[in-house]
C-alpha cells in the first residue's frame, strides 16, 4: 500500500464518508429487516386463515359423510392440480395412512398442542422444501387429519429480501468506500497542493501562491486567504530587504564620508582638529536621524492602533503649523499661504499628524525654487479628511510617485540636497496609522501632498455637543 | 552644585561627568538604580540626570521612589526611547525634563540648567516685569520695550522672548524652544526655528544697538545683557 492511499484511508474526509455509508447500510438492513418480518407475518396469518378455512369444510365433510367421505375427499383433493402446493395426511388410530400425498407423518415443529405444525415439503411436492404450515385435527377412532399450504411465496419473498439486504449493504459499503476514497483524494490534492506551496515558501521562493480553483468552495477560500497572508509576507520581507539594502548604501555612504574625513584629519597637520570634530559631528548627527526616522517608522508601523488619538481641531493644526512655517518660507522667497479654514475635528495623534504635515513642509520648502508658491490646507468631503501641502515647484514624476513613499528613495535630482530620504515614507507610516495614506498628485505645476484621512463618523462629534 | 549622574554604561557616564564639569558641576555617578537611590538620599545634589532603563532598578520606579520620599530636585531623564508617549511617562513619574539619546552634551546642559535655575527663583513669579539689559517686558501689559521705546510683537514673538528672558543668561537649545514656544516634539529638518529667532532679533536689536541674543554654535541661542 503506497503512502498516498495509506494517508487517503486516514484522511478524515475518507473516514466520515465511508462512516456515513456504514450509517446508511446499517439503517437500510434495519428497515428492510421490519419490512421482511411484518411482511411474512402477514403472509403466516393468510395461509393460517385459508387452511382453517378448508380444514373446517373437511370437518363439515366428515360430519356429513363419514370417514370415507373424507377420506375421498381428502384423496380428491390432494390429487388435484392445487394438491401440488398443499399437504393432505389422514392416518387411522395405528398410525396407517388412509389418504393424502404425503407417505409419512411429516418431523416437524409442533404447535398449541399439536393442533398446528409447522414443516417443509416433501420431495413429492411442487416445491420441495418450502415451508408448510398445517393444522391437525383428532378423527374419530383416534385418526388424525393433517392439512397443509406450501409457502412457496413467503419463501422467495424472504430470498428476494435477504438478497437485497445483501446486495444493498454491500453496494452502499462499496459505494461509501469509493466515494470517500475519490472525496479524500480531492481534499487530499487541494490540501497538498497548499502544503506543497507551503514547503516552496519554507525553502524561500516567496513567489509562490496556492493555485486558486474557480469552484469558490472553502479550500478556495481558504487559498485566497492563505495568497492575501502570503502576497503580505511577500510585501513585508520585500520592504525589508530593501531596507537592509538601502541602509547598507544609504548609511555607507555617509559612514565613510566620515571616515574619511577623520582620517584626513589625521593625515592633514594643516587640519583645523576641532573643525574637523564638528564636521565629523555633523556627519553622526546625519546617520543618527537616519536611523531615528527608521525607529520611528517601524514602531509606528508596530503599534496599537489609535494609541495616544483625541480629538484635533484641524483649523488649529492647520495655523498652527503655517504660523511656524510661514517665516522660513518667506526666508527662502516662497510665498506661503494657508487655508480656508474647513471647521473639522477629527481623532488622530497632534504629534504625528503636526510632524507629518511638518516633513510635507520640509520637502516643500526644499525642493521648490525661490519665486514659488506654497499653499497648506485642510478639506473634508465624502468622508475624507484631506490635510494637503501644495507647491508649484518641479514636482515627482508620474512613476516615480509611488517610489518616492519607499523608505529611502530619493530621486536622482535630489541627490545632492541634504536628507536621508526617509521623510516621505515616515508620512505615509503616520497616513497608515490613522488608517489613510499619503497621496502625491499632480498639481500641475508642482505637487501635491495628500494626507487622506478617512473622516470618523459624525456619531461621537452628535454626542459630544 | 553637585549633579547625580544614574547611567549604567560607562563611556556615557564618563562623557556627561566631563560635559557637567566643564560647565561647572561637580558630578557623581552611579552606576544603578539603588545605588543612585542611596546615594542621592544620602548626598546634597542640586539636580540629577537619570537612564530610563538602568540594572537592578529602573529610572522611572527610581523617580516615583524619590518624589514619594518627598524630594523635590530637579531630574533630567535619559532615554534610547524617544517617543512622545515615553517622555510623558518620564514626566508622570516625577521627571522634570526627557532627553534622548543620543544626545548633544550641549542639549543636557542647557536644559539642566534651566531645571536648576528654576527652583531658584521662586519668587519671580510675583514680580511683572523681566528685564535683560535695557530690554524690559510687562507680563501684565503683554508690552516690550528696548530703553524705553516699545516694540511691537507678534504674538509667538512674545512668548518666544518672554521663554528666552526667563531663561537669560542660560544657552537654550532649538529643540527647547520649539517644545516650549510651539508645543512641537519633533526634529525639524529645516532651520524653522533659526527664522523666527532672527525675526525678533531684527525686532530688539536696532541697528547699532549692543547684540543681547546670540547664537551659540553647535547648541542654541543665549539671551543675555552685556557686560
Known amino acids: ?465 | 552644585m553637585k549633579v547625580l549622574v544614574v547611567e549604567d554604561d560607562a563611556p556615557t557616564a564618563a562623557f556627561l561627568a566631563r560635559g557637567l564639569s566643564e560647565a561647572g558641576y561637580g558630578v557623581d555617578i552611579a552606576a544603578d538604580g539603588i545605588a543612585g537611590l542611596d546615594m542621592v538620599t544620602a548626598g546634597d545634589y542640586a539636580a540629577m540626570i537619570v537612564d530610563r532603563m538602568l540594572p537592578r532598578m529602573d529610572g522611572l520606579l527610581l523617580v516615583e521612589t524619590l518624589r514619594r520620599m518627598g524630594r523635590r530636585l530637579p531630574v533630567l531623564f535619559l532615554s534610547a526611547l524617544g517617543e512622545v508617549d515615553e517622555r510623558v511617562k518620564g514626566l508622570q513619574a516625577g521627571g522634570d525634563d526627557y532627553v534622548c539619546k543620543p544626545f548633544a552634551i550641549a542639549e543636557v546642559l542647557a536644559r539642566i540648567e534651566v531645571l536648576m535655575r528654576r527652583g531658584e527663583a521662586p519668587a519671580a513669579a510675583a514680580n511683572p516685569l523681566l528685564t535683560v539689559g535695557p530690554l524690559e517686558m510687562n507680563l501684565l501689559a503683554h508690552s516690550v520695550k528696548r530703553d524705553g521705546v516699545l516694540i511691537a510683537l507678534q504674538p509667538r514673538e512674545y512668548r518666544l522672548l518672554e521663554y528666552l528672558m526667563r531663561h537669560q543668561g542660560q544657552v537654550v537649545t532649538r529643540a527647547m524652544l520649539l517644545q516650549a514656544v510651539w508645543d512641537y516634539h519633533f526634529d525639524p529638518q529645516t532651520n524653522v526655528i533659526d527664522v523666527h529667532v532672527s525675526r525678533l532679533r531684527q525686532k530688539i536689536e536696532k541697528e547699532g544697538e549692543p547684540a543681547l541674543l546670540q547664537t551659540v554654535r553647535g547648541a542654541g541661542y543665549i539671551l543675555k545683557a552685556e557686560l
Open chain 1, 1 to 465: 500500500m503506497s503512502r498516498f492511499s495509506l494517508r487517503l484511508l486516514r484522511s478524515s474526509t475518507f473516514r466520515l464518508a465511508f462512516l456515513g455509508a456504514l450509517l446508511f447500510a446499517v439503517t437500510g438492513l434495519g428497515m428492510l429487516g421490519v419490512v421482511r418480518w411484518m411482511t411474512t407475518a402477514v403472509l403466516d396469518h393468510r395461509v393460517d386463515l385459508s387452511v382453517e378455512t378448508e380444514m373446517t369444510m373437511l370437518r363439515t365433510l366428515l360430519d356429513q359423510g363419514g370417514m370415507d367421505a373424507l377420506a375421498e375427499e381428502v384423496n380428491a383433493r390432494a390429487n388435484s392440480l392445487q394438491g401440488r402446493y398443499r399437504a393432505y395426511l389422514m392416518q387411522d388410530g395405528q398410525g396407517h395412512a388412509l389418504a393424502g400425498n404425503l407417505a409419512v407423518w411429516p418431523k416437524g415443529h409442533s404447535e398449541e398442542n399439536g393442533k398446528r405444525l409447522r414443516f417443509h415439503a416433501p420431495e413429492t411436492s411442487a416445491d420441495p422444501g418450502s415451508p408448510v404450515r398445517a393444522t391437525v385435527i383428532e378423527l374419530p377412532g383416534g385418526g388424525k387429519l393433517l392439512m397443509g399450504r406450501l409457502q412457496s411465496d413467503r419463501q422467495a419473498f424472504e430470498e428476494v429480501v435477504d438478497r437485497t439486504m445483501l446486495a444493498g449493504a454491500a453496494l452502499s459499503l462499496v459505494l461509501g468506500f469509493g466515494v470517500g476514497l475519490l472525496l479524500a483524494r480531492r481534499a487530499l490534492r487541494r490540501l497538498d497542493q497548499i502544503n506543497r506551496t507551503a514547503q516552496t515558501i519554507l525553502e524561500g521562493q516567496l513567489r509562490d501562491r496556492v493555485p486558486v480553483g474557480g469552484g469558490g468552495d472553502e479550500f478556495d477560500h481558504l487559498a485566497v486567504n492563505l495568497n492575501v497572508m502570503l502576497d503580505r509576507i511577500e510585501r513585508l520581507v520585500e520592504a525589508m530587504r530593501a531596507v537592509t539594502r538601502n541602509i547598507a548604501h544609504d548609511l555607507r555612504t555617509p559612514l565613510n564620508r566620515l571616515r574619511n574625513r577623520l582620517e584626513l584629519g589625521l593625515i592633514d597637520q594643516a587640519a583645523e582638529p576641532r573643525q574637523v570634530l564638528a564636521d565629523a559631528i555633523g556627519d553622526v548627527d546625519g546617520v543618527l536621524g537616519t536611523f531615528n526616522a527608521l525607529l520611528s517608522i517601524a514602531r509606528l508601523e508596530g503599534r496599537k492602533p489609535r494609541e495616544n488619538f483625541s480629538d484635533i481641531d484641524l483649523d488649529e493644526l492647520i495655523s498652527g503649523l503655517a504660523e511656524l512655517y510661514a517665516p522660513l518660507a518667506e526666508d527662502e522667497g516662497l510665498a506661503f499661504t494657508s487655508g480656508p479654514a474647513c471647521g473639522v475635528s477629527l481623532s488622530g495623534d497632534h504629534h504625528l499628524l503636526s510632524q507629518a504635515l511638518a516633513n510635507l513642509l520640509d520637502n516643500a520648502i526644499k525642493y521648490t525654487p525661490p519665486g514659488g508658491h506654497l499653499h497648506l490646507w485642510a478639506e473634508a468631503s465624502d468622508g475624507l479628511m484631506r490635510l494637503c501641502v501644495a507647491d508649484d515647484g518641479p514636482g515627482i514624476p508620474p512613476d516615480a510617485r509611488a517610489k518616492v513613499v519607499e523608505p529611502f528613495v530619493r530621486l536622482d535630482e535630489a541627490r545632492h540636497l541634504p536628507g536621508a530620504g526617509l521623510g516621505l515614507s515616515l508620512v505615509s507610516a503616520i497616513a497608515e496609522a490613522h488608517g489613510g495614506r499619503l497621496l502625491l498628485e499632480d498639481a500641475a505645476p508642482g505637487l501635491r501632498a495628500v494626507l487622506q484621512l478617512t473622516l470618523p463618523k459624525h456619531g461621537h462629534v452628535v454626542n459630544s455637543m
